[in-house]
Every structure is written in C-alpha cells, then in structure tokens.
C-alpha cells in the first residue's frame, strides 16, 4: 500500500503476486489448496495455487474483438483446445517443486484429483502416475493437468528432470503484468473490489513515467525476493 507520503508501507507476497499472473492469464484459482491427513493431525501437504483455465477464454471478444487482451501463452505454455488444471509450486528463489508432488509413494497427487474432480476415479491412478513421472498429464483429448514451478530464475537440473514442467521466472511475470496494466490501464480502473495486492501491482506499474525495468525493479524489492 502507498502512504499518502508515497513511502511503501508493506511488503507484497510472492504466493499473491504469482496469483494476479495467473488472474491476468484467465486462470479461476484456489489459494493455499491443503490436502488433509487421514486422522488428526496437520495437512499432509499444500498447493501454493490450484488453478484452472479453459480453453476458449478471451478477455474482450465482444467490447472489442480487433484488440483481445494476449495472454501470456509463451510464458505459460498456454493451449488452445484444453481445459488446462495446473498445481502452481511458487518459490522466492530458484523454481522447485516441493517432495509430495515428486514423490509417488505419498500419493498426494492422488487425493488432488480426486479432491478437485476433473477426472473420474477410474482414471486418477493413471493421470496421477504421468504427473509423478513427467509433471504432465494430457488425456489426448480435451484436459490437460500439470505443474508449473514460479521462481526467482530457472532450474537446470529440473528442467532435464521434468522437461514438460513450465518454469516461469519473476521478471518475465512481472514484465508481462507490467504491460498488461500498462495497455490496459482504462479498462481496469474499477479496482475497489481487488485484493491490496492487485490494487497495488497496479499502482506502481501505473504511476507516471514508470518503465517496466523500475517496475519490475520496485516489485522484486518488496517482494523481498533472494539473490540469484
């Protein structure tokens, strides 16, 4: 938030910044995903963000349909003919995914699909020994559901370890949220009923004369995000 002096008055979590990207992206989303233990106890394991994206979403097809809102479809590997489920892993420094989503013996993917309901029973133990092995599972057909790790930069041994798992890095997020506030800043002027976080993403990519470079600076800072 933005004293009325213009000092900034409190830090912006990684975990609501990745949020906003994935908002921006089209992306319905449930935060903190917790998978329960069986008896008491604490949760066996959490995604920082549960989310899903449908294949057809376009973001001014009727107000405007020269001038539709890009997603980021690089940076995301976004597709075009899947409903696309995605267990989002956001991390200060370099991208990672947690144990229980690379580990088979804990079948926390497992209780996911089965919690979240996009696939029958039947199909669960399948989908789920893809998403282990590879962090992909695409049914040929009409549903995709993998991992997307969120990081301060990439992950080499991650990448030759699970090659079908999208690695997105701060910058390039923060450069894309930038120039979607940027472009769109008349479009989204209604915000009273956005968290503090969005209000404040745009905020600072909105102030005058603000470049991407010193927005995404300003941003990384109050992220407190580590060094690479």
Known sequence: MVSPGGSESCQLSCEKVAYWYL???????????????????SARTDADLLAVRFPYRKERLYDTPDDIMQDDSGG???SSDRIDVVIAEVKRSRCALNGPWTNPSGENVHRVLAAIGCLPPAKIRCAAKQIYETGLYDDGNRLRIRLIAIGN??????????????????????????????????????????????????????RPHRTCDAFVKDVTQAMGLLAR
């Open 76 to 78: 995301l590997s976004l």
């Open 153 to 206: 930069h990439i992950d080499d041994s991650l990448q030759q370890e699970y090659p079908r798992v999208t690695q997105i890095v701060w910058e390039h997020l923060l450069r894309f949220v930038f120039d979607r506030f940027q472009k769109y800043r008349n479009q989204k002027t209604q915000t009273d009923h956005w968290d503090n976080v969005g209000k404040q993403l745009k905020e600072r990519a909105t």
């Open 23 to 41: 908002r921006l992206n089209g992306f319905l989303q449930i935060e903190n995903f917790y998978i329960h233990p069986v008896r008491r106890g």
